[in-house]
Structure formats: C-alpha cells, structure tokens
C-alpha cells in the first residue's frame, strides 16, 4: 500500500515595495519624523541678544569686552527688536544714556542719539561735600554755594557720575559727571568757578 504523498511546502515570498503595508509604514514613520522636527524648532524659538558683561554707566562707549550673547525667548518680535540683537556685530560708537546693570539686556532706548552725547565735566569737590559711596552710574544734582549769596544754586539737575577720583573721602578730590550736549553749560560752569560744589544724590 502506498502512503499518501506530502503537500508541497509553500514559502511566503518577500513583499516587494509596492507592498500598501509598506507604503503605510512608511509614511507613519516619515509624519513621525517631521513631527518630531517641528516639536524641536518650536522649543527653540529664542533669539540671541546683548547683555551688559558688567555694570555700565552713563557716557560709556560700548565695547566688545562690555557685553556678553545671551539667547532669550521673547513673546513677541516687537519685543524682541526694542533689544541690541546679537545676531550682527556690535556697531562702534554706541554711548549709554542710562545705567546698565550687570546681566542686564541692553535695550536700544539706552543708547544716546548722536546729538546727545554726553560731555564729562570735571567738578572739584570736597569729600564732605559728597554723599557717602557716591560712584559711577549714580545720578545726582550739582549745587552751588555762592560766596555773596546764603542760598545755594542747583546749577544740573539729574546728571550721571561717570566717574569719581581716589582723592574723594581724603580731601579734595574730583567728581566727573556726564551733560548732554543740549544743555548750555557756560553759566553752569561760571557758577561754579565763583563758589563752593555739593553734589546731592537722588533716589
């Protein structure tokens, strides 16, 4: 008696690539990918700014040694754009009209205009005619006790100390402030070659 003889064994062939299976598989994994990709450009979002590397004072030329990139996520553009961007070079010649703190963002409304520059005026002083720990960056009223007058004379108001001499606190010394190139300084000045400088402090 004869046995039965075997099915032929079947191998399932490769599927090709026009296979949809694959198609579709393949197409998940592309959609998976750009999500992935729009996911990264979204956290990223921030844009690159200059901050103050040091505390900054009015009157004070920027240099590169002054500020320091930083990348901030702003919410808006308008926001962004009221802010020095670090994407191009530091322009030469740009003067702060205001003090800039350490770490501070440099906003572009802190840089003097070209007609506002400011001029350093030295002022004489005597230590005990300035307030204690008075330095740069302060903002201060200049006044004048006049010889042949009992009343003092305010001669500038609100101007920034841009720089204070080693001889301050032991005698004489010498207090430079900054004046806007606007302000006419002639009778300022006048009044205070006939008297005695004391500075104020504000704030």
Partial sequence: MSLPTPPAATR???????????LIGSL????SIMAGVKVLSAADNTVGVWAANGDLAPGVELGTEDVVRVQVRFPDADLAARYLSADDALPQGLVLSRTISRGDLLPRSAI???EATLVRVPLG????????????GDRVDV???????VEAKRVLEDVA??????QVGSGLGQVVVG?????????ALSTVAAGRVIITGRG
Avoid: F, M
Avoid at 12 to 21: S, V, Y
Avoid at 28 to 31: F, K, Y
Avoid at 143 to 149: I, P, R, T, Y
């Fill in 125 to 136: 002083v005597e230590s005990t005619d300035v307030p204690a720990g008075l330095g740069s």
């Fill in 143 to 149: 006044w004048v006790a006049g010889q042949e007058s």
């Fill in 161 to 166: 100390v841009l720089n204070v001499s080693a």
């Fill in 112 to 114: 003097a205009a070209n």
């Fill in 179 to 187: 004046v806007e190139q606007a302000i006419d300084l002639s009778k």
């Fill in 28 to 31: 998940i994994v592309a959609a």
């Fill in 12 to 22: 399932h062939a490769r599927p090709g690539w026009r296979d949809p299976r694959i």
